[in-house]
Every structure is written in structure tokens, then in C-alpha cells.
């Protein structure tokens, strides 16, 4: 049986050395690129006709913008409006880059931390700045609730700067942790299959049917947490708007 963590191995397509800093094309970048140039083809071909009546991938990309939209509208209000690129953005790049690795023989960067810490922590980043931008110092008011007896700022503000600070890690790490530990799983029950002879034989027939059953949750789960993902960004963004 194949090792199922070989699947998550950075492997360079054009190799390049900057100032000995190793900087080379990657399997990793190959798919973000794809991604990228998937995403700018699909929104840009299914929106240009711009007809009264949508047609069906028209209706496609309409039904995402209307999701982010509203989704920002719910949990950010009107002030969120101006963030729509950025969060739209956030989510497709993420759809894609789960979906995509969905594929035989892909490669699934949003299974490795370093990407997924990399959005998050521009998230994190994003939103901090915006809350001092807003507020000014009064933003530190976060870490300390108006109201609260003076004596429990000793308590409270530690618990208050763990939470804030932890952000970035926790949004990193659930999507890594869950396209990672989909894909070991469906490298395992693929292995099982074709070592018990593929569903042809009568013992591979359970595991190819529970492979099947694990790809459509996969599926599933790839769509949930380029969802997640998201919500959790329009969440931190509210904070920093509006303080409460």
C-alpha cells in the first residue's frame, strides 16, 4: 500500500535559488495557479454575455456572489460592503483549492499549514489594522469589555489577548487539519480496494463502496470548510468594525 502522506509532498517544477533562499516553482504553486486562472475564466466568461435572463453558468456565478453577499450583510452589516472583493476572493480561492484537490493525482495546498496560516494570518492582520483604523486606541477596549469591575482586568485581559491572538492558528489549522485528514482517509480505503482486488472481487466491494460514501462527505466537507473559513474572516471583520 502506498504511504498516504506522500500525496502532501512539496515537489519543485522549475527549481530556483535566490540569495541561497530556495524559491522554486512548486506542485503547490502549479495548483494556486490553476486555481487563480479557473477562477478568473469562470467568472469572467460566465458574466460576460450579461443577460436579463441568466443563463446557466451565469446563474452559477450569481448564486456565489449572492452567498458572499449575504453572508457578509448578516454578519458584518452594510459597513462590510466594502470588503466583498477581498471576502469573495477568500472563498473562491479556497472552494477551488479544496475542490481541485479532490482530483487523482492533484495536489491539495490548502492541506499544508504554511498556506493556510499564510491566509489566515493576512486575515488577521487585515482586520487589526481596520479596527485601529476605525477606533484608534479605543480598539484595545476589545481586550477589556466596558462595564466590567477594574479588578477583573487581571483575569480578563490575558483571557481576552489569548483569544484574539490564537485567531490566526485556529483558522489555520481547521482547514489543514480537515482537508489533510479527509485525504489520508480516501488514501487508505483507495489502498484497500486495490489491494483486495478492486471491486471486481467480492472483498473489495465494501471498501470501494465505503471509498465512494467517504468521497461524496469529502465533497461535502471541502465546500464546508471553504465555509467556515469564510465566516469565521467575516466574524473577526465585525469585531473590528463594530467593537461588540
Known amino acids: 500500500m502506498a504511504n498516504p502522506i506522500e500525496q502532501f509532498k512539496i515537489k519543485p517544477i522549475i527549481p530556483l535559488e535566490i540569495g541561497g533562499v530556495d524559491v522554486s516553482f512548486t506542485n503547490s504553486a502549479v495548483m494556486m495557479v490553476i486555481s487563480v486562472v479557473l477562477i478568473t475564466a469562470f467568472l469572467t466568461l460566465s458574466v460576460r454575455s450579461r443577460a436579463l435572463v441568466p443563463g446557466r453558468w451565469q446563474s452559477m456565478a450569481e448564486v456565489f456572489y449572492e452567498f458572499i453577499a ?7 452589516g452594510s459597513a462590510g460592503r466594502k470588503y466583498f472583493p477581498f471576502i469573495f476572493s477568500l472563498f473562491m480561492f479556497v472552494m477551488f483549492g479544496n475542490v481541485l484537490g479532490m482530483i487523482p493525482g492533484a495536489f491539495t495546498y490548502t492541506s499544508h499549514v504554511i498556506v493556510t496560516f499564510g491566509m489566515a494570518i493576512v486575515v488577521f492582520i487585515g482586520v487589526t489594522i481596520i479596527g485601529f483604523a476605525r477606533h484608534g486606541t479605543h480598539f484595545l477596549r476589545m481586550f477589556f469589555p466596558e462595564g466590567a469591575p477594574i479588578l477583573t482586568a487581571v483575569i480578563l485581559v490575558p483571557i481576552e489577548l489569548i483569544s ?75 469585531d473590528a468594525i463594530h467593537m461588540h
Open 70 to 76: 449575504s453572508m457578509l450583510r448578516d454578519n458584518v
Open 164 to 238: 484574539y491572538f490564537s485567531r490566526p492558528f485556529s483558522l489555520a489549522v481547521r482547514l489543514f487539519a480537515n482537508m489533510t485528514v479527509g485525504h489520508i482517509i480516501l488514501k487508505v480505503l483507495g489502498g484497500f480496494v486495490v489491494t483486495l482486488g478492486g471491486f471486481y472481487v467480492l472483498p473489495g466491494i465494501v471498501p470501494f463502496a465505503f471509498l465512494g460514501a467517504v468521497t461524496v462527505l469529502e465533497f461535502g466537507i471541502a465546500l464546508l470548510q471553504a465555509y467556515v473559513f469564510t465566516i469565521l474572516s467575516c466574524i473577526y471583520l465585525h
